[in-house]
């Protein structure tokens, strides 16, 4: 059974919640919203620069500069899809929000604020549980919604290349 020494209010109250679900989660959110951040600002970086050098090169002689430029356009070319595929751009915001609102919700329970205000103890823990899994479910929605529309994005880029292609268009 566990250590009975301390009740159940203990065990599974709002400490242990704020400690084991809320902290852990918006840790992860925090982590998550960081390496997509980053991957976003890097394939808009290489867009943005590699975009504005091919002119550049171009306009150099010699051979060289032809493969720069068809190398640059390339990688240009490699980070626009990416970035169309992966939607680093959404994942970031989707992850940051979340960590924020699970933020938000933790500060205004612990100091009685807000909705939490009006509300005896295990009221205010109920809202606080209702209130934060409801925050990971529509991020959970928001992340398969992303996901989905990765998926949507491959079939139409399947779709685009003709007949033949693996994923024929569905029709209803």
Known sequence: M???SRSEDEQHGPT?????????????????????????????TVSVVGGVLVPVILNIDGN???????????????????????RYRDQWKNYRST??????ERIHFLTRTGLYQALDDAAAYR????????????????????????????????????PGSPNPPAFG
């Open 2 to 4: 566990g250590d009975s």
């Open 16 to 44: 242990w919640y704020i400690a084991k679900r809320l902290e852990q989660y918006q840790g992860w959110y925090d982590t998550k919203a960081v390496k997509t951040k980053r991957m976003y600002l890097w394939m808009r």
């Open 64 to 86: 060289w500069a032809r493969v720069l430029a068809t190398a640059t356009s390339l990688l240009v070319a490699v980070a626009v899809a990416l970035e169309s595929v992966y």
């Open 99 to 104: 960590e924020q609102i699970l933020g938000h």
């Open 127 to 162: 809202a606080l549980v209702e209130r934060v899994e409801g925050a990971i479910q529509a991020e959970n929605i928001a992340t398969l919604n992303v996901m989905t529309l990765m998926e949507n994005t491959q079939s139409n880029d399947d779709r685009a290349a003709g």
